[in-house]
Nanobody
Framework: QVQLVESGGGLVQAGGSLRLSCAAH????????MGWFRQAPGAEREFVAA????????YYADSVKGRFTISRDDAKNTVYLQMNSLKPEDTAVYYC???????????????WGQGTQVTVSS
């Protein structure tokens, strides 16, 4: 069992930065692939970034590549999403998720956090 708690969301101007954190509670965090997803009002949940259990493989949506960076610190049971050069279209609720395998498909993840709001003003 893994419980996930996101933090770090907020309101930022276009071009600014935010760092999201996802704290995991569970004994086997280091064996899980982790993903970040987002959902804007009226839109489908979409993949943002993912990282393998080892941290050796990372994956990004084309829309965030070069601007966002996913990382993990297994000693702190935490995964991060550093978001730079934010755009108004990045506005959404951001969720972290955990799965035994790293995948880009949201419906394959077993565990989810409650989400954190990110709002980017123009």
């Amino acid at each position: 069992q893994v419980q996930l708690v996101e933090s770090g969301g907020g309101l930022v101007q276009a071009g600014g930065s935010l760092r999201l954190s996802c704290a995991a509670h569970g004994r086997t965090f280091s064996s899980y692939g982790m993903g970040w997803f987002r959902q804007a009002p009226g839109a489908e949940r979409e993949f943002v970034a993912a990282i393998s259990w080892s941290g050796g493989n990372t994956y990004y949506a084309d829309s965030v590549k070069g601007r966002f960076t996913i990382s993990r610190d297994d000693a702190k049971n935490t995964v991060y999403l550093q978001m730079n050069s934010l755009k108004p279209e990045d506005t959404a609720v951001y969720y972290c998720a955990a799965d035994k395998t790293v995948t880009l498909n949201w419906d394959e993840y077993d565990y989810w956090g409650q989400g954190t709001q990110v709002t980017v003003s123009s």
